[in-house]
């Protein structure tokens, strides 16, 4: 089955997981990192979007953020598209640089927040672009050095998760430092890289265990949190499919996402629906396949004629969406 659509709404918090197409790096050199960041502090800004946790690897990007009415959605495609331009033109390259749909999982906040944040500061030293924690608290392009004061951005939301480690902010790093020193033997990554009943309870025994006592919990890969919380969760994405757009709106976004697409990438629009099948034609086309389909809702038939191929053809896409992603959770 295909991946669902987006769960969001002001408020929510996001883990977004974003990675380089076919694994490949999205920074080259620090300049390319410092562009990236530059990025996300204006729009974190300018949509008043909080950003609590972030680490910024070779080939992939962790965010902890909570949705402003501007949406998470929106957020990630200006960031995304504005530094791919800004990438492609640098690297003299071009085509997509993202694979083809970024991960994101909404998090029940009082039981993941501080989870998540030792998870994503601590990506740095596990994959060896450190080599302890105090390199880490130097560190530029990881949210652990803001938390510690060693380095200042007005829009990093650094004051409230310090809120969740204690009362002063002396008090708070000494035990956000003992918190994540704890976690450090713990590999959570497929505890918090997505959701589901086994990651939401810590595994296929915890599992097993309610199953033996009778308990029966709601879950979706989407979500990481208690069967009340994603209950709650699928209840405000219903009530919000009631109120979606318009197909004839719908339709129009579509069309604006097809032609700044082909515009980005130095492919005629005419190019892509002609059912060409050179290599970056059908990169952009799969992109925006996914794009089409879980983020305007169109359904498979009608993204088929916004692109020119067949339906069929839209199906394996987004069955190959879907494996891609999990191969890569």
Not at 135 to 164: F, K
Not at 290 to 300: I, K
């Amino acid at each position: 089955m295909p991946r669902g659509p987006r769960l969001d709404a002001p408020g929510t918090l996001h883990h977004v997981m974003i990675r380089g197409i076919e694994k490949r790096d999205i920074f080259m050199d620090d300049d390319d990192r410092s562009e990236f960041f530059r990025r996300m502090g204006v729009l974190a800004e300018k949509t008043s979007t909080d950003v609590y946790a972030y680490a910024l690897m070779n080939n992939h990007v962790h965010i902890l953020l909570k949705s402003s009415l501007t949406g998470m959605p929106t957020f990630m495609r200006c960031l995304l598209s504005g530094y791919a331009q800004y990438f492609n033109r640098k690297h003299q390259r071009v085509g997509h640089l993202f694979q083809n749909r970024y991960k994101s999982v909404v998090c029940e906040e009082d039981l993941y927040f501080r989870k998540l944040i030792a998870y994503i500061n601590l990506n740095p030293l596990r994959g060896g672009l450190v080599c302890s924690i105090q390199e880490l608290g130097v560190y530029p392009w990881c949210s652990h050095a803001r938390l510690m004061g060693q380095i200042r951005d007005n829009w990093y939301q650094g004051d409230y998760v310090l809120t969740y480690f204690g009362k002063s902010k002396a008090e708070a790093r000494l035990n956000y430092v003992a918190y994540i020193e704890d976690e450090l033997p713990h590999d959570r990554q497929d505890e918090l890289n997505g959701g589901g009943l086994l990651r939401s309870h810590g595994g296929w025994s915890q599992v097993c265990s309610m199953r033996r006592h009778g308990d029966r919990e709601m879950s979706d890969e989407r979500i990481l949190g208690s069967g009340d919380f994603v209950k709650e969760i699928l209840d405000q994405a219903e009530d919000k499919l009631v109120r979606q757009l318009p197909l004839k709106e719908a339709l129009e976004l579509a069309q604006k996402d097809i032609e700044v697409a082909c515009s980005e990438a130095g492919i005629p629009v005419s190019l892509l629906c002609s059912g060409g099948r050179n290599r970056s034609v059908t990169g952009l086309r799969l992109m925006l396949v996914a794009r089409l389909v879980n983020e305007r809702g169109l359904t498979y038939a009608e993204t088929a004629r916004q692109l020119g191929i067949t339906t069929s053809a839209v199906s394996q896409m987004m069955t190959r969406i879907k494996r891609d992603e999990e191969l890569a959770g």
